[in-house]
């Protein structure tokens, strides 16, 4: 048996027809860029959010960085303000900040919830902290009310990267609606996939949304008139019509997710490796399922022998990275240790009981191997 990490091709083939057609119906339509797909596209995904604003942008770093941009030109942020971020985010979230010339204060993490440390969070805290980006890494819902509370209590901005959770709950809400904005990817591989780029900010505040909107529109206030130096920055019409199809499907697919984890959760059974603590059903869409070991390669070596292919999400935190040499000499232990350690499992949609036993059954024959 062999179980890639992810097949993008039995991805779509999940729903092939209906995404065929969409396709066809723009291709026919002759209309491409800023259209009905776009436009419906962005009507459902707010509504499924549960906010009152979907803008469509070319791809999930670009929501990113469009909404700090757009929270500079509101006079809301101002070059240099600190942005706190969780250390062991994807590298975009980072991007963004930077970019924007706003400071990104790294925030370490707790080892088996993944959330933000409350202490290290409030320590990091000047009066220059202007937002929090909130990552819902792996597809949990990292957000709480003591995250609230502090947000509110020292004015801070809310934004969540939702790239990793679409469809997570936290209580009756949906992440992407818990704070002032939030910025999606749909990237083909995350659980709510394009054929290609493609991304969104979702919010409640018509001042961020229209802004944003003209920002990523060359800095148009009404066509050719540019107030700012904007950039284009469109989510195109045969994308907008697949994640169209696929938004129908979503909550199936995360539910299969959901059952996946379960079973992980449930016969995974190997003192040689660490699970993050098991989530409410609802917030946690299991995006990656990680998994923690001090024996990384030799696990990931054979997963390999049994026909099991794994990923590592990520080897590198941000503040390491070569791009950040500035950041570079910080010291975010815990943040460093999960790099060393995690591996993520396969978990998708397509995969079978078969495949989802094979996975399990070779993780509880792992050895930790002699030194
Ligand atoms: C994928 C991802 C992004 C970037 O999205 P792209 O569409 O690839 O630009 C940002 N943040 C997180 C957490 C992601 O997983």
């Avoid at 959010?49 to 006079?75: F, Q």
């Avoid at 088996?112 to 290290?120: G, K, N, R, V």
């Amino acid at each position: 048996m062999t179980i890639p990490y992810l097949n993008l091709k039995a991805m779509t083939n999940l729903h092939a027809d209906e995404i065929q057609q969409a396709i066809a119906q723009v291709v026919d339509s002759g209309w491409y860029l800023q259209g009905e797909a776009v436009h419906q596209f962005e009507q459902h995904y707010a509504q499924y959010i549960g906010t009152t604003h979907c803008i469509g942008v070319a791809n999930g770093l670009d929501a990113l960085t469009l909404t700090l941009r757009a929270y500079k030109e509101l006079g809301l942020l101002h070059d240099g303000d600190e942005i706190l971020v969780q250390a062991n985010t994807f590298i975009a979230t980072v991007l963004a900040i930077t970019e924007n010339h706003l400071t990104p204060v790294f925030v370490d993490v707790e080892p088996t919830t993944l959330d933000l440390q409350p202490e290290a969070l409030e320590q990091a805290i000047t009066p220059r902290t202007k937002a929090l980006m909130l990552v819902h890494l792996y597809g949990r819902c990292t957000y709480n009310e003591t995250l609230r509370t502090l947000c509110e209590a020292h004015q801070l901005l809310l934004i969540e990267d939702n790239a990793q959770a679409h469809g997570c709950h936290y209580g009756q809400q949906k992440t992407g609606s818990l704070g002032h904005a939030a910025c999606h990817s749909f990237y083909p591989g995350k659980n709510l996939g394009a054929l290609g780029d493609g991304g969104a900010v979702t919010t409640n505040h018509d001042d961020l949304a229209k802004m944003i909107r003209s920002l990523a529109n060359y800095g148009f206030s009404q066509k050719y008139v540019a107030s700012l130096q904007g950039r284009n920055s469109r989510l195109d019409e045969i994308q907008a019509a697949v994640l169209d199809v696929k938004l129908r499907h979503l909550d199936a697919e995360t539910q299969r997710r959901i059952d996946i984890a379960r079973t992980y959760y449930k016969y995974i059974q190997n003192d040689a490796l660490r699970l993050p603590t098991l989530m409410d059903e609802g917030n946690n869409v299991y995006h990656i399922f990680p998994i923690f070991t001090s024996h990384r390669d030799a696990l990931q070596q054979h997963l390999s022998e049994h026909g099991i292919q794994t990923l590592i999400h990520y080897p590198i935190p941000p503040h390491q990275q070569a791009c950040y040499k500035e950041y570079n000499q910080l010291s975010l232990p815990v943040t460093e240790q999960l790099a060393h350690e995690e591996l993520s499992l396969p978990l998708n949609p397509t995969m079978t009981d078969e495949e989802v036993a094979h996975i399990v059954a070779t993780l509880n024959t792992f050895r930790v191997p002699h030194a």
